[in-house]
């Protein structure tokens, strides 16, 4: 029903910035709040970032903490993540996630839609 579409990963170095967005599209019928999540390789998917449907709430994990920044422009149904800094501990593939739980501060088992994930490599 909703379809989530993420860009912006890629080859980077070690204190390098990208920036990632992720499109809704399809029937995104009421408020939402959005976020983002990555995996590494042979590691469970973790919270990075989310932020209210309003934009005025934001939540990141204490490891991005002050490097990453989450923002929405709700006319594009489009949210994105402004990575700086990067570090080798940042590679891991990065999914966007949609939910109607108006509360919704980060927990993976309220998510309702994931995207496909695109992949960010940091080299050292």
């Known amino acids: 029903q909703v379809q989530l579409v993420e860009s912006g990963g890629g080859l980077v170095q070690a204190g390098d910035s990208l920036r990632l967005s992720c499109a809704a599209s399809?029937?995104?019928?009421?408020?939402?709040?959005m976020g983002w999540f990555r995996q590494a390789p042979g590691k469970d998917r973790e919270f990075v970032a989310a932020?209210?449907?309003?934009?005025?709430?934001?939540y990141y994990a204490d490891s991005v903490k002050g490097r990453f920044a989450i923002s929405r422009d709700n006319a594009k149904n489009t949210v994105y993540l402004q990575m700086n800094s990067l570090k080798p501990e940042d590679t891991a593939v990065y999914y966007c996630?949609?939910?109607?739980?108006?509360?919704?501060?980060?927990?993976?088992?309220?998510?309702?839609?994931w995207g496909q994930g695109t992949q960010v490599t940091v080299s050292s």
């Open positions: 996630a949609l939910t109607y739980d108006r509360s919704w501060t980060g927990a993976v088992q309220t998510v309702d839609y």
């Open positions: 399809g029937r995104t019928f009421s408020r939402y709040g």
């Open positions: 932020i209210s449907w309003s934009g005025g709430n934001t």
